[in-house]
Nanobody
Framework: QVQLVESGGGFVQAGISLKLSCVAS????????MAWLRQAPGKEREFVAG????????AYADTVKGRFTISRLNAKNTVYLQMNSLKSEDTAVYYC?????????????????WGQGTQVTVSS
């Protein structure tokens, strides 16, 4: 069992940077693929970024590639999402998720554990 708690969301203007954090409880954090996903009002939940067990491989949605960076610190059971050059279309609830498989990191159903989410609102 893994419990995930996100933090770092907020209300920012377009072009500003924001960094999200997600702390996991439980053992064997490094045994999990970690990801950030988001859900905007009226839209389906979508993949944003994923990172494999030791952090040597990452994956990004095309919409955030070059602007967002995912990283993890296994010693602190924490995964981060650095978001630069934020746009109004990045407005969503951002969820941290954990799963066992890296073969399809962008597949939402790959993830077994989810946090409660943190709201990010970007004003243009």
């Amino acid at each position: 069992q893994v419990q995930l708690v996100e933090s770092g969301g907020g209300f920012v203007q377009a072009g500003i940077s924001l960094k999200l954090s997600c702390v996991a409880s439980g053992r064997a954090f490094s045994a999990y693929v970690m990801a950030w996903l988001r859900q905007a009002p009226g839209k389906e939940r979508e993949f944003v970024a994923g990172i494999e067990y030791l952090g040597t491989r990452t994956a990004y949605a095309d919409t955030v590639k070059g602007r967002f960076t995912i990283s993890r610190l296994n010693a602190k059971n924490t995964v981060y999402l650095q978001m630069n050059s934020l746009k109004s279309e990045d407005t969503a609830v951002y969820y941290c998720a954990a799963g066992r498989r890296w073969d399809a990191p962008a597949t939402v159903t790959n993830y077994d554990y989810w946090g409660q989410g943190t709201q990010v609102t970007v004003s243009s």
